[in-house]
């Protein structure tokens, strides 16, 4: 079975940083595009970064430009969001997806990507 499951969510002050993983289970990532995605209550679920199979490319929202940081490990299946200078706004449950994808880069577009993990929580607040 094909599976995606992230973790390092968690509650945080605002300025702090968190990690978070998602790792693969029942394929390999090599040949896939991975992206982080959002969806704070209320509002559509939203792009967040993506990162290409080889890792050469990578794609960022203009409000975490600068602040989040994506990586891929593909000898451990995993990829990374290093999220620092964490704001309110950044508040939302986040999912990790993934996309077969032949060419480097990535789109980040949520109808892209066939499969989900199932989220976790990231709470900034003082």
């Known amino acids: 079975q094909l599976q995606l499951v992230e973790s390092g969510g968690g509650l945080v002050q605002p300025g702090g940083s968190l990690s978070l993983s998602c790792a693969a289970s029942g394929f390999t990532l090599d040949h896939f595009a991975i992206g982080w995605f959002r969806q704070a209550p209320g509002k559509e679920r939203e792009g967040v970064s993506c990162?290409?199979?080889?890792?050469?490319?990578?794609n960022y929202a203009d409000s975490v430009k600068g602040r989040f940081t994506i990586s891929r490990d593909n000898a451990k299946n995993t990829v990374y969001l290093q999220m620092n200078s964490l704001k309110p706004e950044d508040t939302a449950v986040y999912y990790c997806a993934a996309y077969f994808r032949i060419q480097v880069g990535c789109i980040m577009t949520s109808r892209e990507y066939k499969y989900w993990g199932q989220g976790t929580q990231i709470t900034v607040s003082s």
């Open positions: 990162i290409g199979p080889n890792g050469g490319r990578t």
